[in-house]
């Protein structure tokens, strides 16, 4: 980089996303700003930023309500520095409006208590919650990367399968990056932890799939989409998202479904996320 590019701002990484922040700083050529994270004997939390800052990127996903308050905790210490706030992941967004009366908005609710000017975020569920935060917000597409990483797998006939109409953009958006088909499979949800998937007008018959979503939390959609694929004699099946969230057992439900991997991002880090959407954000921010 040149010393006129050079770039003074620095990056600071919570909890939650401490390797996509070491990432991106070096992306960046910046320095990264070490915060303390304690813990009062009451659990009440405690957070201070050691280095001196004056231009400051808080990098965070918002996985747990934890990773909320921490995030809610290093925007006010930064408060005396310019600030952009980046939620690789950012949690409640499935509850974007109401479904039933009288539930919370609890996309709206959360998104409100950032007080930050510019927010980024990757592939959020509802680009409509987007509206919800007071200062700019923009959301980053992260599926081209999970093309790219495909092309290197070098699959056979490979197809991208969204398992709702709600994913089809994503496939669409990593099956061009390579040159591909993507469809779309018909979702119902039946309960909390359990769907019916039905096929649209896909042929799988010997071809290498690879079932995109935003993200995978119970497993449960990415198993009744495996099920199918396979009744349908579809060869290798990997199951790829954004967002790995993979709560309880789904790792263990999807492996025994017949996914021959899983891949993710590394906006939540986990075992899984083998795709760093670092160079997007550092893109974004340059
Ligand atoms: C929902 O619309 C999302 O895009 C995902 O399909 C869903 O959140 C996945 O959840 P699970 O893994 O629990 O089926």
Same mark, same amino acid.
């Given at each position: 980089?040149?010393?006129?590019?050079?770039?003074?701002?620095? &990056?600071?990484?919570?909890?939650?996303?401490?390797?996509?922040?070491? !990432?991106?700083?070096?992306?960046? =050529?910046?320095?990264?700003?070490?915060? %303390?994270? %304690?813990?009062?004997?009451? =659990? %009440?939390?405690? #957070?201070?930023?050691?280095?001196?800052?004056?231009?400051?990127?808080?990098?965070?996903?918002? #996985?747990?309500?934890?990773?909320?308050?921490?995030?809610?905790?290093? &925007?006010?210490?930064?408060?005396?520095?310019?600030?952009?706030?980046?939620?690789?992941?950012?949690?409640?967004?499935?509850?974007?409006? !109401?479904?039933?009366?009288?539930?919370?908005?609890?996309?709206?609710?959360?998104? @409100?208590?950032?007080?930050?000017?510019?927010?980024?975020? #990757?592939?959020?569920?509802?680009?409509?919650?987007? *509206?919800?935060?007071?200062?700019?917000?923009?959301?980053?597409?992260?599926?081209?990367? &999970?093309?790219?990483?495909?092309?290197?797998? *070098?699959? !056979?006939?490979?197809?991208?399968?969204?398992?709702?109409?709600?994913?089809?953009? $994503?496939?669409?958006?990593?099956?061009? @990056? $390579?040159?591909?088909?993507?469809?779309?499979?018909? @979702?119902?949800?039946?309960?909390?932890?359990?769907?019916?998937?039905?096929?649209?007008?896909?042929?799988?018959?010997?071809?290498? +799939?690879?079932?995109?979503?935003?993200?995978?939390?119970? =497993?449960?959609?990415?198993?009744?989409?495996?099920? $199918? $694929?396979?009744?349908?004699?579809?060869? *290798?099946?990997?199951?790829?998202?954004?967002?790995?969230?993979?709560?309880?057992?789904? #790792?263990?439900?999807?492996?025994?479904?017949?996914? @021959?991997?899983?891949?993710?991002?590394?906006?939540?880090?986990?075992? +899984?996320?083998?795709?760093?959407?670092?160079?997007?954000?550092?893109?974004?921010?340059?």
């Amino acid at each position: 980089m040149g010393q006129n590019n050079y770039i003074v701002m620095k &990056i600071i990484g919570g909890p939650a996303s401490q390797l996509l922040a070491t !990432r991106v700083a070096s992306e960046l =050529g910046c320095e990264l700003a070490l915060a %303390e994270y %304690e813990r009062f004997p009451d =659990g %009440e939390a405690y #957070v201070r930023i050691l280095d001196e800052i004056d231009d400051v990127v808080i990098i965070q996903s918002t #996985v747990s309500d934890e990773d909320l308050i921490c995030l809610l905790q290093l &925007i006010d210490a930064c408060s005396e520095a310019s600030v952009k706030v980046v939620i690789p992941y950012f949690g409640y967004a499935r509850q974007g409006r !109401r479904f039933q009366p009288r539930e919370a908005i609890s996309a709206k609710v959360m998104a @409100k208590t950032i007080g930050a000017d510019e927010i980024l975020t #990757v592939n959020i569920h509802d680009p409509s919650v987007l *509206d919800y935060f007071s200062g700019k917000a923009h959301d980053l597409d992260a599926a081209p990367l &999970i093309g790219e990483h495909i092309r290197s797998l *070098d699959l !056979r006939k490979p197809i991208f399968i969204a398992p709702d109409e709600f994913a089809g953009a $994503l496939a669409r958006s990593a099956a061009s @990056k $390579l040159g591909v088909d993507y469809d779309v499979l018909e @979702k119902k949800r039946l309960s909390g932890n359990q769907v019916e998937i039905k096929a649209k007008h896909l042929d799988v018959a010997n071809r290498d +799939v690879i079932i995109l979503d935003d993200m995978i939390s119970t =497993g449960g959609t990415m198993t009744e989409a495996i099920e $199918l $694929l396979r009744r349908q004699k579809s060869n *290798d099946i990997y199951v790829a998202c954004i967002h790995p969230v993979l709560a309880t057992n789904a #790792v263990g439900r999807l492996f025994k479904a017949g996914a @021959k991997e899983i891949i993710a991002t590394d906006t939540i880090e986990k075992g +899984v996320s083998i795709i760093s959407v670092a160079p997007l954000i550092a893109g974004a921010l340059k």
